[in-house]
């Protein structure tokens, strides 16, 4: 269960069990010593109005409404304020978790000592610089654009970095690597460029000090698995909330700030999984369709929020969803499929506990527990068979197959030799001949049943494998 807490943050982390959450990512108050403050407008057309427009015409202003709160905390904000709640925050993090403390300049020497005396130096991971070229500009200084977010793990020889699920960014020099490299991309560094959420961007909340959503998803893929337990105790606008609704996590989010806790409510209307304690959001909340699901396993439902988080980057738009989840899928390409089957069997491997980097050649797609692996996936077609196309005679160990229906999924795993004794031939080409599997998940064929079937089914496969 996911849980909103309204309230003292000190008071609350207290009550929290020891090492209890897997990742904290938590983004203070810097001590600015100003008052953050958003204003929402909107304009009418008005004859004597304040602006002018298209075409000339004016309008008048209107405020919807300020948000705001005080950033300062005087020459206790280290002592007196950070170190007691970072203190707490040691306590409940994991043996294996990671503390994300995102900062500024101004304060973020003084916070980095603190951390050193808290966790210990050997527990520094990385400084990273989110950097951002967006707003006003100073003419008397260097302007400062970027953001400072510290990264401390718990346990320096065991803590989780997921570098196959991050999100990849094009080399500033393609020229210098080869295509294949090019078309991959490369695992971003410690330095971060990300706008800052726009004025008129769909994530604007109106919240003054709201964190965009691709910042924290990187943080939440690499520094966690699917399932595990997020905190965030300065949550503002709930964005850590949104990334784990949207990445298969589990969150507890704390803030003392009644607006915040309007935000979030209005924010979250449409998610039922929230247990609010010490505030009631419905009345900041409206009333959105819900359409009910067929149950399903836990398996499935990992599945399923991992590609929703990576929908966005396969279409650009999802025209009805209809009773599944995952119905945009239909509509992908069949590259775009490929794509969306790795990142999910890379998901799921990850989660049972098997190590997964990407393959740096095309013959595999994935390196599982030191193992070259090859996936293909597919859809149930309307005569509820999973058709796995473009099977190759490479140089991989092991084939995975992951098929998906409206409310259910199903995987095999064999050995190259295996499944080439039992494929059909689909073409034969000039880099060689491609096969397909068809297989009907409800009547399959009795050779297949020693290598799978349920998504545990084939988790028991994995194991023997790669025992």
């Known amino acids: 269960m996911n849980q909103i807490y309204f309230g003292d943050n000190l008071e609350i982390l207290k009550k929290l069990p020891d090492t209890s959450v897997d990742l904290i990512y938590i983004d203070p108050p810097f001590n600015t010593g100003k008052e953050q403050k958003h204003t929402r407008i909107k304009t009418v057309e008005l004859a004597n109005g304040d602006r002018i427009g298209f075409q000339g015409k004016k309008y008048h202003t209107v405020s919807l409404g300020t948000k705001r709160y005080l950033d300062s905390y005087g020459d206790g904000y280290i002592k007196d304020f950070l170190r007691p709640r970072l203190e707490q925050a040691y306590r409940v993090l994991a043996s294996h978790g990671s503390l994300y403390f995102h900062i500024d300049y101004r304060e973020v020497h003084y916070c980095k000592l603190l951390l050193d005396d808290i966790f210990g130096r050997e527990s520094f991971l990385n400084e990273i610089i989110w950097a951002y070229d967006y707003g006003a500009k100073s003419k008397s200084k260097w302007p400062t654009k970027h953001d400072n977010i510290l990264l401390y793990v718990k346990n320096s020889s065991n803590y989780i970095f997921n570098a196959y ?15 294949e490299k090019e078309k991959r991309g490369k695992l971003p560094t410690d330095t971060w460029w990300h706008t800052i959420v726009g004025t008129n961007s769909k994530e604007r909340t109106g919240y003054p000090t709201q964190k965009p959503l691709g910042v924290i998803n990187r943080i939440i893929q690499a520094s966690s698995h699917p399932g595990d337990t997020v905190l965030d105790f300065f949550a503002g ?3 850590v909330g949104d990334s784990c609704l949207q990445l298969g996590r589990k969150f507890i989010l704390i803030d003392n700030n009644a607006e915040a806790l309007e935000t979030m409510a209005r924010r979250f209307s449409a998610a039922s999984s929230i247990q609010w304690i010490g505030f009631d959001p419905k009345p900041y909340q409206k009333n959105k369709r819900f359409i009910p699901q067929k149950e399903t396993g836990a398996d499935f439902q990992l599945l399923s929020s991992a590609a929703t988080y990576i929908q966005s980057d396969l279409v650009s738009a999802v025209d009805g969803w209809e009773n599944s989840s995952l119905f945009w899928i239909l509509s992908l390409s069949a590259p775009a499929k490929g794509k969306l089957g790795r990142h999910l069997i890379a998901t799921w491997c990850a989660s049972k506990g098997f190590s997964v980097d990407r393959a740096e050649d095309k013959n595999a797609n994935l390196i599982i527990n030191g193992h070259r692996f ?27 197959c992951l098929g998906i229906s409206p409310s259910d999924a199903h995987c095999w795993v064999f050995d190259r030799k ?14 060689g001949s491609e096969y397909w599997l068809s297989v009907n998940p409800t009547l399959p064929h009795e050779w297949l049943l020693e290598y799978g079937g349920s998504l545990d089914q084939a988790h028991a496969v994995m194991k023997k494998l790669l025992k």
């Open 418 to 431: 295996t499944i080439l004794s039992h494929v059909t031939i689909q073409h034969k080409g000039t880099k």
């Open 165 to 179: 699920a991050i999100d990849r960014e094009p080399y500033m020099a393609p020229g210098l690597v080869g295509p």
């Open 374 to 400: 090859a996936t293909k996936f597919s859809t149930l077609w309307s005569n509820h068979i999973y058709k796995f196309q473009q099977i190759r005679d490479t140089g991989y160990d092991f084939l995975v």
């Open 237 to 239: 606008s709930g964005t």
